[in-house]
Nanobody
């Protein structure tokens, strides 16, 4: 049974930084991807970034490219999302998303097989 456990959300001022972590367990094949989606109040869930755990391919949404960095620790089956230069519009619930999807381009929510419980990120002065 696949489990995704997130940590690292919180309250931060504009321009600040946060790091999210997603610890994955239960995958029986190593060609899976871990990504981060977010959902702001009244909006749909959208992909932020993802990484392929075997090849290391990454994807970033245009809105976060250059500010967010995704990385992986294969030994710990953990993915990190370093978020810098945070903006008010980054406020959302962030979800870890696992599955056998490609990170060569945009990822739709329906492509995701497993979801974490979500962690709140609030950017506010």
């Amino acid at each position: 049974q696949v489990q995704l456990v997130e940590s690292g959300g919180g309250l931060v001022q504009p321009g600040g930084s946060l790091r999210l972590s997603c610890a994955a367990s239960g995958f029986t094949r190593n060609n899976y991807a871990i990504g981060w989606f977010r959902q702001a109040p009244g909006k749909g869930r959208e992909v932020v970034s993802c990484i392929n755990m075997s090849g290391g391919n990454t994807y970033y949404a245009d809105s976060v490219n250059g500010r967010f960095t995704i990385s992986r620790d294969n030994g710990a089956n953990t993915v990190y999302l370093r978020m810098s230069s945070l903006k008010l519009e980054d406020t959302a619930v962030y979800y870890c998303a696992g599955g056998f999807y490609s990170c060569s381009g945009y990822v739709y929510p329906w492509e995701v097989d497993y979801w974490g419980q979500g962690t709140q990120v609030t950017v506010s002065s």
